[in-house]
């Protein structure tokens, strides 16, 4: 065995001196003998006969009949000293790369797993953010928040199927939603407001721009994965309770700051005023028109007609204008200093 691993090692490894004595000879035009080497290579003839040995194993030497000893092609002996080796790395090369592809599996999971495990779980697609929302209101046993930007849309992916909706008002859980404004010309919010109040709900409206969020007991709360403006493909459930409570927090100062639905008449113009005011402070932060009629929940043709009367209302041509405008007069300034919470809301998403 020990004779077997030799000359694998030898197969592998360089040509030792001698052999390349001894193939150096061959190539040069001289044809060899095992027992007879050349004086002019210096060496015994015992190391001669092995190195020759050698180059025939490898098939660096070829014998003839009459045993005498001729040499491949350098080029060819490249191939042959050399398919070993390059067989090896390839193998080697395989090798790392299934490694790869195994730990960076384990890596990908164990990243999932974090995700998973630390009060955040990512559910991908329409079908499984709504099995998730009807399971989170099965289980749900007293109230459910939610604020729901561009008002009720039958294709929202943040929606619960009809049979969870009914269930709701069944079993009598306490809801708060907050809208946009825009969402009052809606005709079924009304209807929708007469249900929820039933059970000590509520619906209000806001001229603050906010994020999807929907929150149970205050336990768990879904929020969208993708940015604003974009369709709802993924969802975060969070379970933290630091986190959930963070959220909670949030909808109160919304809920507190909204106006009612059944709002009387005379309260009319302050949601008119309020969306005014909060498209005011978008074109202050530098928002395009798409950017503010997506924030608001508005038509993007609404949102560029309350601009064109602001721009009115100021006396001015252009935004350039109305924001030097505005800082003379002071409108945002004031409104601040009434109320810090209520710019920071209206100018900001969710976090």
Not at 64 to 73: F, I, N, P
Not at 232 to 243: E, F, L, N, R, Y
Not at 324 to 350: F, N
């Amino acid at each position: 065995m020990s004779i077997s691993v030799s000359c694998v090692h030898q197969q592998r490894g360089p040509l030792s001196s001698a052999e390349s004595a001894a193939y150096e000879h061959a190539v040069l035009g001289s044809r060899l003998h095992a027992d007879r080497p050349p004086p002019e290579i210096g060496i015994s003839r015992g190391e001669w006969a092995h190195a020759c040995e050698n180059l025939v194993r490898r098939r660096l030497l070829s014998r003839a009949e009459d045993g005498g000893l001729t040499a491949v092609h350098p080029d060819v002996a490249l191939s042959i000293l050399n398919a070993p080796l390059t067989d090896e790395i390839r193998q080697r090369e395989q090798a790392m790369a299934a490694n790869s592809r195994v730990l960076q599996s384990i890596g990908r999971r164990l990243a999932e797993y974090g995700r998973q495990h630390d009060g955040v779980r990512v559910v991908q697609g329409e079908k499984a953010i709504r099995d998730e929302i009807d399971s989170a209101i099965l289980r749900c046993a007293t109230e459910i928040l939610s604020l729901r930007p561009g008002g009720p849309r039958s294709t929202d992916q943040f929606s619960a199927s009809e049979a969870s909706v009914t269930s709701i008002f069944v079993r009598g859980l306490r809801c708060q939603f907050v809208y946009h404004h825009t969402a009052r010309a809606n005709p079924g919010l009304a209807a929708r407001a007469k249900a929820v109040a039933a059970y000590g709900g509520g619906i209000r409206t806001t001229a603050a721009s906010f994020e999807r969020l929907i929150i149970f007991d205050r336990r768990v709360a879904f929020v969208p994965v993708d940015a604003p403006g974009t369709p709802d493909h993924a969802a975060a459930v969070i379970s933290d309770d630091v986190v959930v409570e963070y959220l909670h927090r949030t909808f109160t100062h919304l809920w507190a700051n909204a106006i009612p639905l059944e709002l009387a008449e005379d309260q009319m113009d302050e949601v008119s005023l309020g969306t005014r005011m909060a498209i005011l402070r978008l074109m202050a932060a530098g928002l395009k028109d798409e950017a503010i009629a997506n924030r608001l929940g508005m038509a993007l043709r609404t949102c560029r007609r309350h601009i064109s009367s602001i721009l009115t209302g100021l006396n001015v041509s252009s935004r350039f204008q109305a924001g030097i405008r505005i800082a003379q007069l002071g409108i945002l300034a004031d409104e601040v200093a009434d109320s810090d919470q209520a710019g920071r809301t209206d100018i900001s998403p969710l976090w």
